[in-house]
């Protein structure tokens, strides 16, 4: 069948200052947000324009959500060919692209089912009714779960339960019980943790929030044994680290021989900036759960599903030059420690890279607005960049530019 499209939609000019969205904001929004002074009226590419026209290089990609830029042509247009036909459907009906998606990502996965849902911590929380589901059938008291120290999951309840920062949980207590936190790559308190009672180990194989920290081989490896000596289910949280951003479909495939989880999470980057997560199981992990014991009004609708399956056609050209551009990318930033000693380590993976500062380095993000580039701090002394998978070569040398500028400021006064 054949649509007529609309005709190109105008760039429509900014409809309020800064000044009067701020003032607004204040009065009507719930006051959870430190916003920085940026209000964004449009997007191309990696550049992001502000509403006064200014020209921004997006270095954080809406925290690792843009993942093939402002306006892909490719993205826009399934976009709106989608919205002339249907939008939503519930999961009371059949679409045309949440089969095709599940069978995507088995394909790229290794693993074999897919629940669909709407954001990160959705699918933590389906996750860890899987874990719950799969314990309860085992054997009475089967519901520990271990997760890291350092780690973030989310912002719901369950999420907040196996995240491992007190500064997300201490407000919130008390949360689920049962939750047993390791330090990363501590294989023996690894050892320790994980027992019968164990039904399941949740592991971040990069933590993002956390500083852009690698789990060592070993520590994934020992995990792995560790829930098959105790039936327990390995889930891997790939929803900052993963899908393309690390230079792989996920961060475990990066290891040889490759190292499945029993379930993987991902969200931010799938649907190019539509909200949608995903649970992705084995065998194993799927028996855990019955029809009617999960499920979502939103989760796997038509749009997301079909900008979803775009973006993994993209993806795959694309995942050569995320590990050439992403190398390059931490090569120019390890140059910059000459020059810049209070650098203490450049890291990643692909294009999720972390610089590592010996002072606070919050307030550098706002200078980095000012010399037209926008990445955030995590972790209080981390730069952070998760930029779009389209960036080149030629963008990382604008960014250096810039961020030569930024970091001569030093620590804040
Ligand atoms: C590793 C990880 N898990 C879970 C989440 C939560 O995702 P969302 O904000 O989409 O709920 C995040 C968000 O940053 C994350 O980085």
């Given amino acids: 069948m054949s649509i007529t499209l609309p005709s190109e939609p105008e760039v429509s000019a900014p409809t309020a200052s800064l000044e009067e969205l701020m003032g607004l904001e204040r009065e009507y929004l719930l006051q959870t947000y430190a916003r920085y002074p940026l209000a964004l009226h449009r997007g191309k590419g990696c550049y992001a324009y502000d509403t006064q026209g200014n020209r921004y290089l997006d270095l954080i990609s809406g925290i690792g959500v843009n993942a093939l830029g402002y306006a892909h042509p490719r993205i826009t247009k399934v976009i709106r060919q989608q919205a002339g036909l249907l939008l939503h459907t519930s999961n009371l009906y059949y679409h045309e ?9 088995a394909k790229v996965s290794g693993l074999s089912r897919s629940f669909f849902c709407n954001s990160g911590t959705e699918a933590m929380e389906g996750a860890l009714k899987m874990i719950r589901a799969h314990g309860n059938s085992l054997q009475a008291g089967k519901h520990e779960v271990v997760a890291l120290d350092n780690s973030f999951h989310g912002r719901t309840f369950g999420s907040l339960s196996i995240t491992g920062q007190p500064k997300y949980r201490s407000d919130f207590e008390p949360l689920l019980p049962g939750v047993r936190f390791v330090q990363r790559n501590d294989l023996a308190g690894l050892e320790a943790a994980v027992g019968e009672h164990t039904a399941g180990i949740v592991l971040e194989f990069i933590q993002g929030e956390g500083g852009i920290l690698p789990i060592s081989e070993q520590f994934a490896r020992r995990a792995r044994e560790l829930a098959d000596r105790h039936n327990a289910l390995l889930v891997f949280d790939e929803i900052q680290c993963g899908v393309g951003r690390p230079g792989a479909y996920f961060a475990y495939q990066l290891l040889d021989p490759v190292l499945l ?31 009617g014991m999960h499920g979502s009004t939103y989760g796997g609708g038509p749009l997301a599903c079909r900008v979803a399956l775009e973006f993994f056609d993209i993806l795959e050209e694309l995942l050569p030059s995320i590990n050439s551009v992403g190398g390059y990318f931490r090569m120019r930033l390890t140059e910059l420690m000459r020059e810049f000693p209070f650098i203490k380590e450049v890291r990643g993976q692909g294009l999720m890279i972390g610089v590592e500062t010996d002072f606070p380095c919050k307030h550098l993000v706002l200078e980095g607005i000012k010399e037209g580039i926008l990445f955030n701090v995590t972790h209080e002394n981390v730069i952070r960049f998760l930029p779009p998978y389209i960036l080149t070569e030629q963008d990382v040398d604008r960014a250096i530019t810039a961020l030569v500028r930024v970091l001569k400021i030093g620590p804040a006064e």
């Fill in 97 to 105: 692209f949440q089969g095709r998606l599940a069978e995507r990502l």
């Fill in 261 to 291: 989880p029993d379930i993987v999470i991902a969200a931010k980057p799938m649907a190019c900036g539509i909200p949608l997560g995903v649970i992705v199981v084995n065998d194993k992990a799927a028996a855990a759960i019955k029809r």
